[in-house]
């Protein structure tokens, strides 16, 4: 059988997942939308006295930096890779979710704490003109969401912001129902719940963001791909001996990756073999920018180091050290084994 020239042969399918083309024109429009409110807002929730208008405010202040980085992320991620940027700029919507996240769970802290001095001590609120601003809070949320909604909600940052004005949109309801109650029944400590009503939904938005940016930052494995059951799928193919070295990563948001070193049986076809696992990637965990490194047992090896190619998973004295002695993480073969 005719020898094949592939020691470090790499198989490469790209396709981005984060689209530089999202439709900007929706974000722009939202952008107008909620910044104008929220100018209006600020205004009046001082002269309301109400903690919960200012900190719908201040939620909305989020929602436009996000929506804005959102919209730079997106000019940087559509240039191309060069320098030493080998991925382009790509993480850069990864970074501004980061920071918008931090900066949502830091606004909470402080609405948190004025929301508790309000409770001991409430001031003055005039429930009518809070009623008034978050019913009209939640016609400009519902109008924000639906614009947002039309955008590609495939990058981490479009959907941040969508979460987060749908969550703004349940903290105007919180509010609205806050001025109905002081209106109706004098009880002024209602303002400050609502407030702990919106800083809970701001808490959670900002930590699912630091989470998962955070995530994306530590290249953990994308939600939902389990790396091992993904290792021993490919080392159930025909004529794979062993698959080591497996990395699986987000590049950013949508936009998986993976690499893998795989040995085949001496005489195996390598290139058959890479192109059908890159297949099974791409079809069964939409995995399309995979590198895989394949070679055959005992190209680098002594003939008697053929089958003792990395430290043999399970119980019993490892073998000689052979092929691939460091490799990183799990060894994956055919058939049951440990990890």
């Not at 948001?253 to 099974?280: F, M, N, T, Y």
Request: glycine share 10%; charged share 15%.
């Amino acid at each position: 059988m005719t020898e094949h020239a592939h020691s470090h042969g790499h198989g490469h399918s790209h396709a981005h997942g984060v689209s530089p083309d999202a439709d900007r024109r929706w974000l722009r429009a939202a952008l107008i939308l909620l910044t104008a409110y929220m100018a209006v807002e600020v205004v009046i929730g001082v002269v309301a006295q109400s903690l919960a208008l200012i900190s719908d405010a201040a939620h909305m202040l989020t929602d436009a930096v996000s929506i804005v980085l959102a919209l730079i992320a997106m000019r940087l991620a559509a240039r191309p890779a060069r320098g030493g940027f080998t991925y382009g700029l790509k993480r850069a919507e990864i970074l501004s979710a980061q920071a918008n996240g931090i900066t949502l769970l830091l606004l909470s802290v402080w609405l948190a704490y004025e929301a508790v001095e309000r409770l001991i001590s409430p001031p003055k609120v005039t429930g009518g003109l809070v009623l008034i601003t978050a019913l009209a809070g939640i016609v400009v949320n519902l109008i924000c969401t639906w614009l947002l909604s039309r955008a590609n909600r495939s990058s981490l940052n479009v959907e941040g912001a969508y979460q987060h004005i749908l969550t703004d949109l349940f903290g105007f309801v919180a509010t609205a129902v806050a001025g109905l109650v002081v209106l109706t029944t004098g009880f002024e400590r209602a303002d400050a719940i609502a407030s702990l009503v919106v800083v809970a939904l701001m808490l959670r938005a900002g930590t699912g963001l630091v989470r998962e940016s955070g995530r994306i930052f530590m290249e953990a494995a994308p939600a939902g791909i389990d790396p091992d059951a993904l290792g021993d799928h490919l080392a159930a193919a025909d004529e794979v001996v062993e698959v080591h070295d497996l990395h699986i990563w987000l590049i950013t948001s949508g936009q998986p990756a993976l690499s893998a070193h795989i040995l085949v049986a001496p005489g195996g076809d390598c290139h058959k073999v890479r192109r059908g696992l890159q297949e099974l990637l791409s079809g069964e965990y939409g995995i399309t920018h995979a590198t895989l490194q394949v070679d055959h047992v005992g190209e680098q090896g002594a003939p008697d180091e053929l089958l003792t190619l990395s430290p043999r998973p399970g119980p019993g004295p490892e073998p000689a050290a052979g092929h691939c002695e460091d490799a990183h993480g799990p060894v994956h073969r055919p058939g049951p084994h440990r990890h």
